[in-house]
T-cell receptor, first 116, second 111 residues
Framework: EAGVAQSPRYKIIEKRQSVAFWCNPI?????LYWYQQILGQGPKLLIQ????????DSQLPKDRFSAERLKGVDSTLKIQPAKLEDSAVYLC??????????????FGQGTRLTVV | KQEVTQIPAALSVPEGENLVLNCSFT??????LQWFRQDPGKGLTSLLL?????REQTSGRLNASLDKSSGRSTLYIAASQPGDSATYLC??????????FGTGTQLKVEL
């Protein structure tokens, strides 16, 4: 079974530029998560999709961040314009919907963003 | 709002020592708890998953326990090795398939 795929692995941009990250979840997984992990901290949820609908985006800085999930499969996360404090690892994860028992989340390798 | 805390934030032990990492959560209405390992600059590797109805799970030298009513989980690592050096994260899954992470414990196992 293929895992969660993310690209690019690394990105360096100047502040005020824009950047986009891509995630391809495990086939059939209804839930897709984007997390931001700043160095030395635990991952913070930015947005959670169930199929192509948004379940939770309460911590997404909507003035500069946007995300979409195309046809309930792939997802892109965009930052425009980037700030220095956006430097972090952006993690994508997917999980099946729970049935009789709750299900495991699987993570991609992440995208390390450096804003200079 | 679910909050997850991990203690200690950092830990350094000599090789061969047994150790315990702690995870606590404020809302006991969880469906499962997952322990992850993260190497520097890498993504997350799932170590153990404990369903809310279970008390513990074991994999090799790792044993995770869950006391849902008190909002606590521990990860026990037996006979630690330098290769165990990494950051360990716990995450709880609640309603709506929401996954909330702790702050992590950075472990260093020294020769």
């Amino acid at each position: 079974e293929a895992g969660v795929a993310q690209s690019p692995r690394y990105k360096i941009i100047e502040k005020r530029q824009s950047v986009a990250f891509w995630c391809n979840p495990i086939s059939g997984h209804a839930t897709l998560y984007w997390y931001q992990q700043i160095l030395g901290q635990g991952p913070k949820l930015l947005i959670q999709f169930q199929n192509n609908g948004v379940v939770d985006d309460s911590q997404l800085p909507k003035d500069r961040f946007s995300a979409e999930r195309l046809k309930g499969v792939d997802s892109t996360l965009k930052i425009q314009p980037a700030k220095l404090e956006d430097s972090a690892v952006y993690l994508c994860a997917s999980s099946p919907l729970p049935r009789r028992i709750a299900t495991e989340a699987f993570f991609g390798q992440g995208t390390r963003l450096t804003v200079v | 709002k679910q909050e997850v805390t991990q203690i200690p934030a950092a830990l350094s032990v000599p090789e061969g020592e047994n150790l315990v990492l702690n995870c606590s959560f404020t809302d006991s209405a969880i469906y499962n708890l997952q322990w992850f390992r993260q190497d520097p600059g890498k993504g997350l590797t799932s170590l153990l998953l404990i369903q809310s109805s279970q008390r513990e799970q074991t994999s090799g030298r790792l044993n995770a326990s869950l006391d849902k009513s008190s909002g606590r989980s521990t990860l026990y690592i037996a006979a630690s090795q330098p290769g165990d050096s990494a950051t360990y994260l716990c995450a709880v899954k609640g309603g709506g398939n929401k996954l909330t992470f702790g702050t992590g414990t950075q472990l260093k196992v020294e020769l």
